[in-house]
């Protein structure tokens, strides 16, 4: 049984910490999130990524799929001083193959005109998660965003059509058009898309502190960009838009351009 993170719990352990310590908590695994606290002022590092920091010391990081056994967090302390590192050790997991088979041959196979319009999208999508809000907002926690049967899962190899693709950098879940889709977590609606090439009717929250959703395939979209939405309030409809065989839900999960296994954060799908 997987532990999951709630980021809610995971900040109350983390309030009282005293002043100078280094606090980690969450799930140290590939496709896993962990929330730290440090000294306010003090400026993280994961590698060589800088990791931003809240006022109150507070901080997110994420590890991807692929993520190595190994990773060095280092802190600096506010007005100098020794820096602080740790060696943080990542599990490693085994993932699935899945196959698709009877996409359209252009979706798996896209022409040199789809090219240009398939990067310009891209594009929208890696602007919002190369940004970092400075509120921590999902700090109420997480949730599932639809109720259905879950068709694909993080991390899984993809075959479609018989051809490899990237890994599956999310959680499909199936269920009839119209089905609502609502926000796992607090968080501003950073894009709203009528239609991608492959993501079809997309929909994209900032949760803060480099933490970003992607809800895509969508039949319908329910909220603006600029919009502050709460966690489970409504902001689309389960679709088949973009490429898709099948009425589904796409989402995803990052910590800036790390995709992370949205079941850590929410446990088991709701019956």
């Known amino acids: 049984m997987r532990r999951v993170l709630s980021l809610a719990v995971a900040a109350l352990l983390l309030a009282d910490a005293p002043a100078g310590a280094l606090d980690l908590t969450g ?7 962990v929330a730290g606290r440090t000294q306010p002022g003090a400026q993280v590092r994961l590698g060589d990524r800088r990791v931003p920091v809240a006022p109150d010391g507070r901080f997110i990081i994420g590890f991807g799929r692929d993520a190595p056994a190994t990773l060095r967090l280092t802190v600096q302390p506010p007005g100098g ?9 990542i599990a490693g997991r085994t993932y699935k193959v899945q196959r698709i088979d009877g996409l359209p041959k252009r979706k798996v196979t896209p022409l040199a005109p789809d090219m240009k319009r398939i990067r310009r999208e891209r594009k929208l999508i890696t602007d919002v998660r190369a940004k970092a809000g400075p509120e921590a907002l999902f700090s109420s926690g997480f949730q599932w965003p639809a109720k259905g049967r879950i068709s ?18 999310g959680i499909d879940v199936a269920a009839p058009p119209g089905t609502p889709v609502r926000a796992m977590a607090d968080g501003l609606v950073a894009l709203v898309h009528p239609g991608m090439f492959f993501a079809g009717k997309t929909v994209m929250l900032d ?9 895509i395939h969508l039949r319908e979209t329910s909220v603006a960009e600029g919009e502050l939405v709460l966690k489970g309030q409504q902001i689309g409809e389960i679709g ?11 989402w995803g999960v990052s910590w800036f351009n790390t995709h992370l296994d949205p079941a850590l954060l929410v446990g088991d799908p709701p019956g």
């Open 27 to 33: 799930d140290f695994v590939q496709g896993g999130l």
């Open 240 to 250: 088949m838009t973009g490429r898709a065989t099948g009425p589904h839900l796409h």
């Open 152 to 169: 694909g899962v993080f991390g899984s190899q993809r075959i479609l059509n018989g051809e490899p693709r990237r890994p599956h950098n």
């Open 207 to 215: 949760h803060g502190l480099g933490l970003t959703s992607v809800y």
């Open 81 to 89: 001083g020794a820096p602080q590192s740790r060696t943080l050790s």
